[in-house]
């Protein structure tokens, strides 16, 4: 490798975290248990605590082996700066509980994990207005723009119907706007796609699903693109332009330049509500991260031919996967991802609800459970379970059928997977 040119993807994610000189030559960055963290003097603890200093005080704040995993995962998403945290729902909750206050107005795609969307409904009982739209259409996201918005989130390929959004287009959007771009990454990982290509200025991803990748650790993560320019809407933003007590009476901006945001999400959400990654969390989910790219590439490549599979299927009313060429969504998926749409498959099964149960009784290999982007192959019927505080209103905007069986297509040998698939299938009719 040349010096000047940069490292590919899994080369930086490699060897991120031995930069410098790791301790006794370790091959990993190892595992800091401690909850606090001495220094020479008072001098040099006051310097620390004042944010003057570069360091670690008390780990709900920070962690070495934290710090590791955020670095690798900044890289990732060629962003400034990141912090973790104990969920990938923490990391949503946090990061707009700390941006927007009572009386602002925010836009979210309607096709959203379901807990984030129960999450925007505790957020409008705070005072925040929300309002829900198709973000495969950039220009629904335009017309619901209002004085007060501040913010707009997306996915990137919904799941489980799979809807691409417009990604590009609403970056765009933002950018002309003024509001703050939020894209949750978890379901195509900085693998598949790095959001702040098109302009996001914060990516979430969920650690537990495909980064991760081995059902082992929950963990979430905020990615700050250093992009937004906070003072250019000083009143907008005051929180993060004006001198704050809790931060040595200095502004973020000032202090921390295109980092403020993170700088401050350390001191605001992580000190005050607490929601830390823990050290081994960190460990286990860079483990899991050293074989992202290997596992996204078997992960793509399974789900197409699973996805083919059912299509051909008569027991198969409907298929949604974004990189079937029959899929709405395909050219978006092409313009995007590059064609690839990672691991996540629902299809509607003749014979509906009963027969969407006999197919998960009978599966052999692919588990039964709710969760995605395992290594292992899961299959679930969302109607009953992930989507189950949904109405009905809310099921058919969100499109999930009571026919709707949905699979996290795993890296097993993909005849395996198949055979399991069809014998379920037959069982399913009978
Ligand atoms: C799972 C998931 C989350 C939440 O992550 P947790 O780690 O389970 O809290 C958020 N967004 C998406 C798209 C998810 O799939």
Redesign the pocket.
Known sequence: MSKKQPPGFNTANLHADRQGKPEHGVLHKPIHTSVAFEYDDARELAAVFQGKKSGFNYGRQQNPTVNALQDKITQMENGVASVAFA???AA?GSLIFSLLKAGDHLISSSFL?G??NSLLNTFTRLGIEVTFVDSTDADQVAAAIQENTRLVFT?TIA?PVTQVADLAGIGALCASHGLIYVV?N??TSPWLFRPATVGANFVVN????YIGGHGTT???IIVDSGNFDWAAQPERFSMLTTPDPSYHGVTYTEALGPAAYIGRCRVVPLRNTGAALSAQSAFNIMQGLETLSLRMERHCENAEKVAAFLEKHPSVNWVNYAALPDSEHFDTCQRICGGKAAGIISFGIQGGLPAGAKFIDALQLILRLVN?GDAKSLACHPASTTHRQLNADELASAGVSEDMVRISVGIEHIDDIIADIEQALIASQS
């Open positions: 969920t990938g729902m949503i994990f807990n984030t996915e799941n949750d978890t379901m969920s650690l537990t699903k929950v963990g979430g995605i």
